[in-house]
């Protein structure tokens, strides 16, 4: 009989333990959440990691150049500009005030050429240049020397 009356009466659960159970459900919801909100990442920034191991640092440059690029019309597409000089390729990374579109980040961190610098950006009347001076780091040269561009139009959208 005693089996029987045990079943009957409810077991009460701690409070503490209750909360803690709930807080963990909800922190593990958020995690999920977030996995499905994130950012759109395009195809090259997901296959950087595999391009990672390239050894010659202008095809290094080249696909940093590319996967910008994308960024930069992602960018466009959503706010109906191209960052200014000021905003540069931060704005990629980090909202811009006067974007109210933004849908950013378009990437995850900025990349830098094969030869461990920034990338430059310039904008000159919706001109877009990004860029790489190459291995010296500066202005012209030949072969590793040569600047490094990607390409844009003058729409200003990948060619």
């Known amino acids: 009989m005693t089996f029987w009356k045990n079943l009957k009466r409810p077991k009460r659960v701690n409070a503490g333990v209750l ?6 459900a909800l922190v593990l919801l958020a995690a999920v959440a977030s996995h499905f ?3 759109p ?8 990691d595999v391009n990672r ?3 010659d640092p202008c095809q290094e440059t080249e696909l940093a150049l590319s996967r910008v ?6 960018f466009r597409q959503d706010c109906g500009f191209f960052p200014d000089e000021l905003e ?7 909202k ?4 109210q579109a933004w849908r950013g980040p378009y990437l995850r961190s900025l990349p830098n050429d094969g030869w461990g610098r920034n990338l430059l950006y310039s904008n000159i009347d919706d001109n877009i240049d990004v860029f790489s001076y190459g291995a ?3 202005v012209g040269g030949e072969e590793q020397n040569e600047d490094v561009f990607a390409d844009f139009d003058v729409s200003g959208e990948a060619g």
């Open 53 to 55: 191991g390239v050894s």
């Open 96 to 99: 811009v005030d006067r974007c």
């Open 19 to 24: 909360i803690l159970v709930l807080v963990l």
């Open 37 to 39: 909100t994130g950012a």
């Open 41 to 48: 990442i395009s195809r090259s920034e997901i296959h950087d």
């Open 69 to 74: 690029r994308d960024a930069l019309n992602r």
């Open 88 to 94: 540069g390729l931060n704005s990629l990374v980090r």
């Open 136 to 138: 010296d780091g500066l």
